[in-house]
């Protein structure tokens, strides 16, 4: 197997954003809030800053490594992404008979949706992350944030909480679905 001396990634700093790198602790501060990430996990990789750049570097790589570097350095820039822009998710509920009703608890940071297939208990999918924001459109749910996992896994289970079980999916489509994301405008 071979392996390669110096493999390396840099990602630009764009001016209205600062980046702070404590070993492997990267925080991401930005117009729209900061976002903090710990890759203390990942072992003979090396995150510094130069300048206004940020190097993800290793020596002597595997394919491991190397798949390791270009994953890092993708999350950092998810995170600069996040803090200027902030991504959005967008799901459309659609029901055929029964009325679905949904209701956003920040309290307890849940979605709470009623009246799916005319079940009288209530399905519940759980907010992931302080900074998401679940709003109800009519027939939209738009849920945004800064952080792209905690987006993207909060619309996730808001999907998922709709799933229909031992039932003809062609003929109950009933359900929430995600049908647009990406950064928001």
Do not use: C
């Not at 392996?3 to 390396?8: A, C, G, N």
């Amino acid at each position: 197997m071979v392996k390669l001396p110096h493999i390396y990634e840099e990602i630009d700093i764009p001016e209205n954003v600062t980046v702070e790198i404590n070993g492997l602790k990267v925080k991401v501060n930005g117009p729209k809030g900061s976002i903090e990430r710990d890759f203390s996990h990942v072992r003979n990789i090396i995150l510094r800053k130069e300048n206004s750049k940020i190097i993800v570097e290793t020596f002597f790589a595997d394919r491991r490594k190397k798949a390791l570097v270009g994953t890092i350095a993708s999350h950092i820039e998810n995170m600069i992404k996040g803090v200027l822009k902030g991504y959005r998710y967008k799901l459309k509920i659609i029901y055929s008979h029964f009325p679905i009703t949904v209701e956003v608890d920040d309290r307890n940071r849940i979605v709470r949706i009623k009246n799916f297939l005319g079940e009288k208990s209530d399905r519940i999918a759980k907010i992931i992350g302080e900074d998401v924001k679940v709003t109800v459109k009519g027939e939209d749910i738009i849920v945004e944030g800064i952080d792209i996992e905690h987006v993207g896994q909060t619309a996730a289970n808001i999907e998922l909480a709709t799933k229909v079980k031992d039932k003809d999916r062609r003929v109950f489509a009933d359900g929430i679905y995600i049908y647009d994301w990406g950064e928001e405008e």
